[in-house]
């Protein structure tokens, strides 16, 4: 599916550069990651009201208006002076925001300013916002600590929040370096690569619960309806406070997606995917140790026994769960084969193909394809290509605004029609 043309931007490249550095000095503290200890939930779900009938783009169905509602400390309009940003150890070229965050990975992260860019999300019980710190050279990442659990954030809070941080955004990974490498094996990676900045298009490693819910409402979905979808099913989960008009919840367990009624679902405009989210919490719930164990054991499997298994689950077919297992399975080779990357293929990797239609059978040639071109790291570079794809105003500057009037991005789908 096609997002509708924006008013001209500037090229994506200086798009992103400016976005990436903001004019404003922040106050910066150093911190050390610490393993994050685990979290407290909430069991109880909130009611849901049909998404076809809100009219906020991700509000909290059920909330208060804002003024009425109770806000965390620094979670509520904090002054910057008074805000305290942690560095990560990823620059603005091993991790671009716009690149990253809305590109069709993840639909949770939210835009809660423009100028300094910010992203603000859930990552475990951690409610933080990601930005590039402006008096920084290299543009370095840093987040800033909101609240952890829906308590305040505290300075013991800290470690656990940059660890965290680090396993989601895959920050052992060396970017640079396997971009190098798939510049010198093909040259329209090396075309789209100068194009869009010379780095920063990162694979997230995200919770493999999460990822799983996120994309079966991606399957024939528009964006609007997937964003909907995706933050009714976190409103499941534990609130953790408000930032920029949007309240924000942990992502929910199994165990809270379980008691989610099929009627339900329906009723808030998950249609036919309602059984299907259903069907699966139902199904992860029953695995012998629990399904966040079954589906975490999938990291240690080859990539055709893990898209096989995934597969069981209902609602998942051979795309969504190459996108599953790309983006939180620790299958870095994984291909999903959308429109996108077909036009890519039969343009550039397999022009014999061109003409044809794209079939299971042929997604699978793809996929070949692609790995042998870029090797062990396939999926990282087929990321870059598909954001390549996308017209520069679509990945940077395409916006909407929450209830509040708050600007907020467009994402792309993955794993969708």
Not at 2 to 17: D, G, H, K, Q, T
Not at 22 to 29: E, H, Q, S
Not at 278 to 290: I, M, Y
Not at 314 to 341: E, M, R, W
């Amino acid at each position: 599916m096609r997002l509708p043309l924006l008013p001209r931007s500037p090229p994506l490249a200086a798009a992103v550069a400016a976005a990436a550095m903001p004019p404003r000095r922040r106050g910066v503290a150093k911190s050390s990651p610490l393993p994050p200890s685990p979290p407290q939930l909430s069991s109880t779900p909130p009611p849901v009201r049909p998404i076809q009938a809100s009219k906020a783009e991700t509000a909290d169905h059920d909330d208060p208006p804002p003024s009425a509602r109770r806000r965390l400390p620094l979670a509520a309009a904090a002054v910057e002076a008074q805000e305290e940003w942690h560095p990560l150890p990823l620059s603005a070229a091993d991790l671009s925001l716009p690149l990253t965050l809305p590109t069709g990975q993840t639909f949770l992260w939210r835009r809660t300013s423009l100028s300094p860019l910010r992203f603000t999300g859930a990552v475990g019980p951690h409610l933080v916002s990601l930005s590039h710190l402006p008096d920084a050279d290299d543009g370095r990442l840093a987040f800033l600590l909101h609240n952890e659990g829906g308590c305040a954030a505290s300075s013991s809070s800290v470690p656990a929040a940059s660890a965290a941080l680090c396993d989601y955004l895959n920050a052992a990974v060396p970017l640079a370096d396997l971009w190098r490498q798939f510049a010198a094996a093909d040259e329209r990676f090396a075309e789209v690569a100068a194009r869009i900045g010379g780095g920063g298009a990162r694979v997230l490693r995200q919770d493999p619960v999460e990822c799983v819910f996120q994309f079966l409402c991606s399957s024939n979905n528009n964006i609007k309806r997937i964003e909907k979808m995706v933050w009714t099913l976190a409103g499941y989960g534990e609130r953790l406070g408000e930032v920029g008009g949007f309240v924000f919840h942990r992502f929910p367990t199994i165990e809270q997606l379980a008691c989610v009624s099929e009627q339900e679902l329906r009723e808030a405009g998950f249609g036919y995917r309602a059984k299907y989210i259903v069907g699966t919490a139902k199904e992860l719930q029953a695995k012998p140790g629990g399904g966040e164990n079954w589906l975490a054991s999938l990291r240690k499997k080859e990539l055709p026994e893990v898209i096989e298994a995934l597969c069981t689950l209902p609602g998942v077919g051979p795309k969504v769960a190459a996108c599953i297992a790309l983006f939180s399975l620790d299958q870095n080779h994984a291909i999903p084969v959308d429109t996108h990357v077909w036009k890519v293929a039969t343009q550039y990797l397999l022009p014999e193909l061109a003409g044809k239609s794209l079939t299971p059978k042929l997604s699978v040639v793809v996929a070949d394809a692609f790995v042998t071109r870029f090797g062990s790291y396939a999926g990282w570079a087929q990321n870059v290509l598909f954001i390549g794809q996308l017209p520069a105003q679509k990945v940077v500057v395409a916006e909407v605004t929450n209830d509040n009037g708050t600007p907020k991005p467009i994402k792309r789908k993955r794993g969708g029609k």
